[in-house]
């Protein structure tokens, strides 16, 4: 059974998207971080907008505001790194934030079969019905490979 599944008291992280809250699974977020140089490069991928360097690894850079809201992110106040669980196995995605997050304690309501796929559960807080994201239905699979002969300097290969 998953987190998804159960209706009871579970650690959420909240976090903000322009004017609109949103929320993550705690298990899923790994930290939050400054906002650091972002590395673009050209590629086909619209929802990525470059990666960033983590802890000596390469991590996507995913805005999921424009899909969420409607609107890019006018300024990055942090980068949320979560996990998500993607075909290829588990891997890291930096979210820009527009305002802080919140680890809270809260009661899921599990998606309905109508909702949209990147809502896995609702919850409450505040007053406000907040959507808990599904991380793999919002971004796409990203396959960073570094490159064969290792050379300092190059740029990892991005297929998506």
């Not at 996507?60 to 996990?83: I, N, Q």
């Amino acid at each position: 059974m998953s987190w998804t599944d159960q209706n009871d008291s579970h650690s959420c992280v909240l976090l903000r998207l322009g004017e609109r809250t949103f929320a993550l699974a705690a298990d899923q977020v790994a930290e939050l971080v400054a906002p650091s140089r972002i590395f673009r490069f050209p590629h086909c991928t619209t929802e990525l907008d470059g990666v960033i360097l983590r802890r000596g690894k390469v991590v996507p850079v995913c805005d999921l505001a424009e899909k969420l809201t409607g609107k890019r992110l006018s300024s990055r106040r942090f980068y949320l790194v979560a996990w998500r669980q993607q075909v290829s196995g588990r891997e890291a995605v930096a979210i820009p934030v527009s305002g802080e997050c919140e680890l809270i304690r809260a009661d899921l309501t599990p998606a309905a079969p109508s909702d949209f796929p990147h809502v896995a559960a609702w919850l409450s807080h505040n007053g406000e019905v907040v959507e808990v994201l599904n991380l793999a239905a919002l971004t796409p699979e990203i396959l960073l490979t570094e490159p064969a002969n290792n050379v300092v300097g190059t740029t990892p290969e991005v297929r998506a």
